[in-house]
Structures are given as C-alpha cells and as structure tokens.
C-alpha cells in the first residue's frame, strides 16, 4: 500500500546536537511538507517542496534545514540553532492538486 | 493574512449524540477547505474537503460539513456520536503558492471527548 513513512517514532538527543528525521513517501507525490506540532498552536509549516532538488521556507523555518535529493525523499535536520526543538514533527505529501495532504504518523523528538 | 479559527478547544459529548465543530476562515477568494482528525500519537487522516459545488459534502466515518460564505465558516457534523470519535479535530484552508501546489492554514484543533 502507498503512504508516507516516518522514522524513527521516538527520538532523543541531548541539547547542541544536530539530528535528522526521516520521511520517504511512495504515492509519487511531487509536493511534500514539514510541520511542527505543539500543544494549543495547531500546525505550523516549516519547509516545502514542490519538485526535486527545489524547497521553500515556511512560517518557522529558523534553526531547521532540508533536502530534496529524490523526490520520495524530505528529510528534515533540526539544527542546533533551533531554540526548543522538542516537539512533534509530521511530514505529509500532495499531489499537484489541491486534493488534501497525506500524512506520514510523525516523529516525537525530545532534546534534553 | 489568512487564517482559521476554531473557537472551541475542547468538546465533551455523550455518545450517540450529536456533534457540530465549528470553523471560522479568513481568506480572500473561494477557499480550500478541509477537516482532519488526529488520534493521539498520530499523523492526520483526511476526513472530507470542499473545493467547490455543493455546499454540503460528506466525509467518512459518518461526519458532513456545510460550507456558509457568508458566515465563512466551514463546521464539521455528526448526528451520532460513537465513543471511537474521541480525537483531536483540525480544521485547514488551502493556500495556493505555485500551480497546482497548496500549503494549508490549521487551525489549533479542537480536542472531543465521549462519554459512554
């Protein structure tokens, strides 16, 4: 079956640490996504990518990076930059359409 | 800018009850809508979309929402409630930022509790 994998489920890493959460779709979306997720602020979008090798900024992009080397790959690196990193992390995909998101079951990481 | 708004944070129903979350948006030409549901833990599952047409559509699980332009609201509904709707619901508009790509706005998410 098609869908959009996450991993690891759990993450821990101590503070000034750079880690990379994983995200590998096989729907052959074009577009994919990263959002953070914390309690009471809903969704919040931190990078995009419409096509290969191209990403865009989101709303909360600071102290985060990309890449889009395949186009069912979007990893995301929290950077030791990103003053409080310890959140829940969803990674979707969409065709090129405004048919909705697909959602991978996201990365809960914890900096301490 | 746009934005979504959903004023209740958490709802408490009794099951086989009725259900109506409500949405507010702020956008300026016809939006994208939709409503998500989130199990704890998890990613989000689409539960219906308006593009355009019929102002009411239908979704899974049993839940319908009604598109109101002049209320600019979008509110999910359910005429029975079972105890495995408990989740956290999320209301989103469609922003086009290239043809044929959207990012979406979420709302803070509404949290539903059941009561057996």
């Known amino acids: 079956d098609g869908g959009i994998t996450q991993s690891p489920k759990y993450l821990f890493r101590k503070e000034g640490q750079n880690v990379t959460l994983s995200c590998e779709q096989n729907?052959?979306?074009?577009?994919m996504y990263w959002y953070r997720q914390d309690p009471g602020q809903g969704l919040r979008l931190i990078y995009y990518?419409?096509?290969?090798?191209?990403?865009q900024k989101g709303d909360i992009a600071e102290g985060y990076s990309v890449s889009r080397e395949k186009k069912e790959s979007f990893p995301l690196t929290v950077t030791s930059a990103q003053k409080n990193p310890t959140a829940f992390y969803l990674c979707?995909?969409?065709?090129?359409?405004?048919?909705?998101?697909?959602f991978g079951s996201g990365t809960r990481l914890t900096v301490v | 800018a746009q934005s979504v708004t959903q004023p209740d944070i958490h709802i408490t129903v009794s099951e086989g009850a009725s259900l109506e979350l409500r949405c507010n948006y702020s956008y300026g030409a016809t939006p994208y809508l939709f409503w998500y549901v989130q199990s704890p833990g998890q990613g989000l599952q689409l539960l219906l979309k308006y593009f355009s047409g019929d102002t009411l559509v239908q979704g899974i699980k049993g839940f319908e929402a009604e598109f109101k332009r002049s209320q600019s609201s979008f509110n999910l509904r359910k005429p029975s409630v079972h105890w495995s709707d408990a989740a956290e619901y999320f209301c989103a508009v469609g922003e086009g930022i290239a043809s044929g790509t959207y990012k979406y706005i979420f709302g803070t998410g509404t949290r539903l509790k059941v009561l057996a």
């Open positions: 979707a995909s969409s065709p090129s359409s405004a048919g909705g998101y697909t």
């Open positions: 990518s419409q096509i290969v090798n191209d990403f």
């Open positions: 729907l052959n979306h074009d577009a």
